[in-house]
Each structure stands twice: as structure tokens, then as C-alpha cells.
């Protein structure tokens, strides 16, 4: 993997991109960013943690469409990032201030965000665990996802964790037709490079 392959624009750029969304980051996390993408390219002959064609769209394909998660989020409220992999959106939002919980459960990935998470002097929490393993220590987090599973599936494990009513925020390619979704956001593009949805659901509890 050559840094040519890796495009990552100047900080000037990135914050641009990120004023273009909606966000004004500080000096420090967009360096944060630029450092994220050196820990991913360090790691990737070691493990399969971004696509081969995906390199080249790093930042508008994944940093900045993560990064535009937070937009739909509450920073006073818990959130937990269902399989995590390669810190996407988990670590981005971890890097924008959020309080986050990475659930990861391949060895190999959740390790890599437990050093990510180190080498970015990040608070955030990382376990090892599949979503139908969580035991929550809160009554209601707000959730994240991205090319996981489903909405429909995970909206129905998280509904029989959580005691009280939470939040699912997933990218969706269209607008749902479900009613139970909340809020929708159209992913811009430009900056991004691809058309979507970050799509908030309503988490009803289960009473199964």
C-alpha cells in the first residue's frame, strides 16, 4: 500500500468538506482524521479493513459520510456502534466528541480499534461482542450502524435489550416506507460521493 493510493486532501480541505455538511471541527480532530487514515493504511497488510478500490475515496466515501452521522446525534446520550470493523462511523464520531461504545466481534478488528482508540487518545469504549450478546448499562443509547445488517434486524434485537425506547441511526439508499424512523437526512453530494440517506428509527421495546 503506497500513499499514493491513500487520498487523504490537505486539513484545509478536509475542513471545507466538513463546513459543506453542516460541521466545524477543531484543528485537532481533522488531525485526528489524517492520523485515522495512517493507522488504517499501517494495518491493512494485516487485515482486510478497507476495500482495495475504496482507498482512493477514503475521506469523501467513508471518513466524511461517518463524520456526517453526528449531525442526527445528541452528545448528552450514550451511543453504540454496532460492528464497528474498521472505526467507521464509530471512531470518527468517538474523534467528534461523542461517548462511544465500538462493538466489534472479530479479534482482529476489535483489536485494531482498542489501538486505534490508544494511538488517538480517544475515551471511547471498545468491546468485544455481537449486538445479540450486549447487556446494556444504560436504559436507552443511541445507536449506529453502517453496512451491518438490516435496519428491520437490528431494530429488533436492540428493542428486546433496551428497557426504554432508543434510537437506530443507519445509511439507507432510499427513504424507508416504514413509519417507525424518526428523522432523515440527504446525504449531500458534493462533498460525498455517493447519493443516500442517514435514516433515525425509533427503537420500540420488544415485549417478546
Known amino acids: 500500500m503506497t500513499n499514493e493510493q491513500v487520498?487523504?486532501?490537505p486539513n484545509e480541505e478536509l475542513a471545507a468538506d466538513l463546513r459543506r455538511v453542516g460541521l466545524?471541527?477543531?484543528?485537532?480532530a481533522i488531525g485526528k482524521f489524517r492520523d485515522l487514515a495512517l493507522l488504517l493504511r499501517k494495518r491493512a497488510g494485516?487485515?482486510?479493513l478497507v476495500g482495495p478500490g475504496e482507498w482512493k475515496r477514503l475521506w469523501e466515501r467513508h471518513m466524511l459520510e461517518s463524520a456526517c452521522y453526528s449531525l442526527l446525534m445528541e452528545k448528552n446520550f450514550s451511543a453504540v456502534d454496532v460492528g464497528s470493523g474498521n472505526g467507521f462511523p464509530g471512531l470518527v464520531l468517538a474523534i467528534l466528541g461523542f461517548d462511544m461504545i465500538l462493538m466489534e466481534p472479530c479479534r482482529k478488528k476489535y483489536l485494531f480499534l482498542r489501538h486505534a482508540a490508544e494511538k488517538l487518545?480517544?475515551?471511547c469504549k471498545v468491546i468485544r461482542c455481537r449486538l445479540e450478546d450486549f447487556e446494556p448499562e444504560e436504559d436507552a443509547y443511541q445507536?449506529?450502524?453502517r453496512a451491518v445488517a438490516p435496519a428491520a434486524r437490528l431494530l429488533g434485537i436492540i428493542g428486546q435489550k433496551c428497557p426504554k425506547e432508543s434510537t437506530l441511526l443507519v445509511r439507507e439508499p432510499g427513504i424507508p416506507e416504514e413509519e417507525k424512523y424518526s428523522t432523515i437526512l440527504r446525504l449531500p453530494v458534493p462533498p460525498l460521493d455517493r447519493k443516500g440517506f442517514l435514516v433515525q428509527y425509533r427503537v420500540c421495546r420488544s415485549r417478546v
Open 121 to 123: 487518545e480517544l475515551t
Open 7 to 9: 487520498k487523504i486532501p
Open 24 to 28: 466545524s471541527p477543531s484543528d485537532a
Open 143 to 145: 445507536f449506529t450502524a
Open 46 to 48: 494485516i487485515m482486510n
